[in-house]
């Protein structure tokens, strides 16, 4: 094979190859241009919490995000930073920008970092969409870390239905997220689902497909109530999702992309959990 192929438009052309045996195969080293932020997840932690006194389920993601693209070659200068967004904002590699589309009716949205609240956020809802975009407190480079929570309010009827033995059923997304053109990965995600106080977890919610780690209930009281609230969660491990929810992840994930998967949970007089097969692609 040539050292270097030929070049025909848009399209490498290697060969002519000598006799080859069946089946044989030969890695191939593709080296291009790509000046878009390379968005990096390795931790999330989201929470889910249902209050049955305020007919609301709340929702916070923490994220420990890096960048990895190309490191900085000279020391980061903010004044030439903002020059270069004055007269050519378009131009750059680093991440400036994350989009979040929620349920539609989401109120009550929040963004903080380690340092606290961050105002350059703009959240907009009505009646056919929820969109909240966030700015970093600085934009992130190649190389950069960092980490930062988001949390917002649904009305539980978006996420809840009555069963006909008489208790609820919670139907919620494993993984939203923001979406973003270039799209981004996930190496680890932590879903903790917190019920009512006095709901107890079904078994079946040990045998969620694509989840690495499952350990076993445990309790979590954000307020103090009478009985502490159960709480679980279930963890996923090398989740890459690209900008489209409904996308399959590379065949190298060992974990499946969660578009639209089902964390459920039961609970009446009787205290019961169900858990409803996930909707996943592999």
């Known amino acids: 094979m040539a050292e270097f192929p030929q070049r025909q438009g848009s399209k490498l052309t290697y060969g002519p190859f000598t006799e080859k045996p069946a089946g044989a195969t030969e890695p191939v080293s593709v080296r291009f241009e790509f000046n878009k932020p390379v968005t990096h997840v390795s931790r999330l932690e989201r929470d889910v919490e249902v209050s049955h006194w305020g007919g609301n389920v709340a ?98 009827k978006n996420f809840l239905r009555r069963t006909a033995t008489g208790g609820f059923v919670l139907n919620v997304p494993f993984l939203e997220g923001p979406r973003q053109p270039e799209g981004l990965e996930y190496e680890q995600v932590q879903v903790r689902v917190i019920l009512p106080e006095g709901a107890e977890y079904d078994p079946l919610l040990d045998s969620l497909p694509g989840l690495v780690t499952n350990p076993p209930p445990e309790t979590s009281s ?21 900008s489209t929810p409904s996308a399959a992840p590379p065949s190298s994930s060992p974990a499946a992309t969660w578009s639209t998967t089902c964390a459920t949970a039961s609970w009446s007089s009787h205290t019961t959990t169900r858990c409803q097969p996930p909707c996943a692609s592999r």
């Open 59 to 156: 929702f916070e993601e923490r994220y420990v995000l890096y960048h990895r693209g190309a490191n900085l070659s000279s020391l980061f200068n903010r004044v030439k930073w903002q020059q270069s967004q004055y007269h050519q904002p378009a131009t750059t590699w680093a991440l400036k920008e994350m989009k979040f589309p929620l349920r539609v009716g989401s109120a009550d949205p929040y963004y903080t970092d380690v340092i606290g609240n961050v105002s350059t956020s703009r959240f907009r809802s009505n009646k056919r969409e929820a969109l909240l975009e966030i700015k970093p407190r600085y934009p992130v480079f190649g190389g950069w870390k960092y980490p930062f929570t988001v949390g917002w309010n649904s009305d539980a």
């Open 222 to 242: 954000s307020t103090p109530p009478s009985q502490p609230s159960p709480s679980r969660r279930p963890t996923s491990r090398s989740t890459a999702p690209s």
